[in-house]
């Protein structure tokens, strides 16, 4: 008998256990939210996959106003002519104005003038000589050489007068020319300054209605790509909803517990069985 229980393990005692013991969690969010996160998923999944269509970057071109100043800035020497004709003036009143335009136009007139009158005192001597009857004596010759020398101091007076007079006239003439000429030279440079002052103005104008054109252009293509990433953006608040919001879990538990096996239990039930039966007996 106790070989018996020796070989099945002392009886009616339980058995070893046939497999270690073990325990499974399955950790879920709550149903109504997993389905409304694995919809997310799938929306997000669609709009990735549709296309984006990025607006190109636009330069805005170069303004009506620029194109003007561009222009009139090719058309060099604006002023040249003007600046030309006030350097002619000047050369040619610093050469020295012709005097002769200058003389009195009825100088001849006076010196004609002058030597009839002093052929008139000459006819007056000899008439007086003859009279006299001293016609051609010391006291008439003496006479008519003092009306001579009258006459030519009379002529050398008017001429002398008369150039004075012209050169008088072709001095101021001068000056006049040298003014004309210095202003005509800053007239030339006045011009210049003004076209280059409204190439200026018109640049910087030209370069305000392009800036403005340009903002415009970046306005509509942030627009679009506004437009464009919508869907993500509302995508992502959907995400940040989620991700914010409660966390509701539900939690699936599986145990293994050790067991002894059948075959072991049903004999060591037995022996127990056969055993307290020869107890009773041997009393």
Do not use: C, H, W
């Not at 106790?2 to 009886?11: E, L, Q």
């Not at 001849?108 to 001597?125: H, K």
């Not at 415009?216 to 437009?227: E, M, W």
Request: hydrophobic share 40%.
């Amino acid at each position: 008998m106790s070989f018996i229980s020796n070989i099945f393990g002392g009886g009616g005692g339980g058995a070893q256990p046939s497999t270690p013991a073990s325990q499974t969690s399955f950790v879920r969010e709550a149903p109504g939210i997993e389905e409304r996160k694995i919809e997310l998923m799938d929306i997000a999944r669609q709009v990735a996959q549709q296309p984006i269509s990025v607006p190109a970057v636009q330069v805005a071109p170069t303004s009506a106003l620029e194109q003007q100043g561009i222009t009139a800035a090719g058309q060099t020497g604006v002023g040249a002519p003007t600046l030309g004709a006030g350097i002619g003036q000047v050369l040619g009143a610093a050469a020295g104005p012709n005097i002769s335009q200058f003389y009195n136009p009825y100088q001849s007139y006076v010196i004609d003038e002058i030597n009839r009158q002093a052929q008139m005192g000459q006819n007056r001597l000899a008439a007086q000589a003859i009279g006299q009857g001293a016609f051609g004596g010391g006291r008439e010759g003496v006479q008519r050489a003092e009306a001579e020398k009258r006459r030519l101091e009379a002529i050398g007076a008017a001429q002398g007068t008369g150039f004075q007079t012209a050169l008088g006239a072709a001095q101021r003439q001068q000056q006049l020319g040298l003014q004309a000429g210095q202003q005509l030279g800053s007239l030339g440079l006045q011009q210049q300054q003004q076209a280059q002052a409204d190439i200026s103005q018109l640049m910087g104008a030209g370069g305000l209605q392009r800036q403005l054109a340009q903002q415009a252009l970046d306005a509509q293509r942030a627009t679009q790509l506004q437009q464009a990433y919508e869907p993500y953006q509302r995508v992502g608040f959907l995400s940040n909803i989620y991700a914010a919001g409660p966390k509701s879990q539900s939690q699936i538990e599986m145990a293994t517990a050790p067991q002894a096996a059948p075959l072991a239990q049903s004999i060591g039930t037995g022996l127990g069985a056969f055993q307290a039966f020869s107890g009773i007996g041997g009393a």
